[in-house]
């Protein structure tokens, strides 16, 4: 696997000239990585509207890949309940293009309510949910990948479809996943890349599971990138979260980053998505002074 590495989580709330702003400022600096998440307005954890919304993740994204020279760029994760995968195919090649070839497409299987309350569009089981990931997957990198594809499915038919215009590159398939008997076994058997919210010990355990979903296929684990993230709070003292969160003075913040490696991640991302941009600028400039150094 590669080296190990850190990325920026920006938030899409806040308005689109700080998003650029913050992105060129966290590749200047060094960062690895720019993600951007693939929701239409905040989380309230219910069926209940937000007056939050957010820009919409891949407009974004083709925007960033004209001004920001260096860095991955990915979703992080495409929701597979409201991206046509055929749709979504043409859409990641030409942000890929644009970008020389710097796009990961994050996808998930969906959860958030509120916005599929609001925009009308079945969410479905869990069940269900994983069963329209992997077929969607099969169409995504079909179209991707191959020169025809067709699939029958339950949840979408594409019959012939050509491969979208691309420069040949493999386009890395990133997959959100924390289901330890089934969506990490989609992980395996589809998945370039993987990612979870976690902790140093959450994290060592889905990903020996997902070790063992690799080995039953046959796979080496190891051609799977992983990475992880939580809210991290600086000088902080811990709290309750529905979200990870590591706080503490930058030697704890460290050493929690280590044990992440030492479980094998190879890329940390760095949330500013609880903060305005002015906040998750802080943020990001401390970490780059003070905690990275000490990684190594």
């Not at 760095?270 to 401390?286: K, M, Y």
């Amino acid at each position: 696997m590669s080296d190990f590495v850190v990325s920026a989580w920006l938030n899409g709330t806040w308005a689109a000239e700080d998003v650029v702003a913050v992105a060129k400022d966290v590749e200047a600096a060094g960062y690895d990585g720019i993600w951007l998440a693939d929701h239409f307005m905040a989380n309230t954890g219910t069926a209940e509207r937000s007056d939050t919304p957010l820009f919409e993740c891949f407009g974004l994204l083709a925007g960033l890949a004209t001004v920001v020279p260096r860095v991955r760029l990915g979703s992080l994760v495409a929701s597979m309940t409201y991206r046509h995968p055929a749709v979504l195919a043409n859409t990641a090649a030409t942000i890929d293009e644009l970008s020389g070839g710097r796009l990961v497409l994050g996808m998930g299987a969906g959860w958030q309510l509120n916005e599929h309350a609001a925009y009308g569009i079945e969410l479905g089981s869990v069940t269900e949910r994983i069963d329209r990931l992997e077929e969607g997957l099969a169409v995504l990198t079909g179209m991707l990948r191959t020169e025809r594809t067709t699939v029958e499915g339950t949840h979408y038919t594409v019959t012939d479809a050509p491969r979208v215009p691309t420069s040949g590159r493999r386009i890395p398939i990133m997959l959100g996943a924390a289901g330890e008997r089934r969506m990490l076994g989609v992980v395996a058997r589809r998945a370039d890349e993987w990612n979870c919210w976690s902790t140093p010990e959450l994290f060592a355990r889905k990903s020996a599971v997902l070790d063992e979903h690799c080995a039953r296929i046959g796979r080496d684990p190891r051609t799977i990138r992983r990475s992880t993230q939580a809210i991290l709070d600086i000088d902080g003292t811990p709290t309750e979260s529905r979200q990870p969160i590591i706080a503490g003075s930058v030697n704890q913040i460290v050493d929690v980053i280590g044990r992440w490696r030492e479980a094998g991640l190879d890329e940390l991302i760095v949330p500013g998505i609880r903060s305005d941009a002015a906040d998750a600028r802080v943020l990001f400039e401390r970490f780059h002074a003070e905690i990275r150094p000490q990684l190594g």
